[in-house]
């Protein structure tokens, strides 16, 4: 029905930067909240970031400052600015988006299959 992919990932030392990009296509009448999870090895999944249709943005304390959400609705793509990565960033990290279909079930919530990120110290 829609599907998210996303694409950036890598390996990094620490201080460097990163930009994770993840592009929904499918049967899109509107998205409403996109976002970043993040789940690194033997942790639950997380919250990173959210970006909603009206650009109100949160993050997770830990990123706090260091990263930055952002979104392009006309390419139905979301990004995550990756700066100042340390080590404990490591993980899969997946997109997430939420909305309206074109088609029934109207309703969706879709996730990425993860890009992993790896910063080494």
């Known amino acids: 029905q829609v599907q998210l992919v996303e694409s950036g990932g890598g390996l990094v030392q620490a201080g460097g930067s990163l930009r994770l990009s993840c592009a929904a296509s499918?049967?899109?009448?509107?998205?409403?909240?996109m976002g970043w999870y993040r789940q690194a090895p033997g942790k639950q999944r997380e919250l990173v970031a959210i970006i909603t249709s009206g650009r109100t943005t949160n993050y997770a304390g830990s990123v706090k400052g260091r990263f930055t959400i952002s979104r392009d609705d006309a390419k139905n793509t979301v990004y995550l600015q990756m700066n100042s990565l340390k080590p404990e960033d490591t993980a899969v990290y997946y997109c997430y988006a939420d909305g309206v279909a074109s088609i029934l079930p109207t309703d969706f919530n879709s996730w990425g299959r993860g890009t992993q990120v790896t910063v080494s110290s």
């Open positions: 499918g049967s899109i009448f509107r998205i409403n909240d």
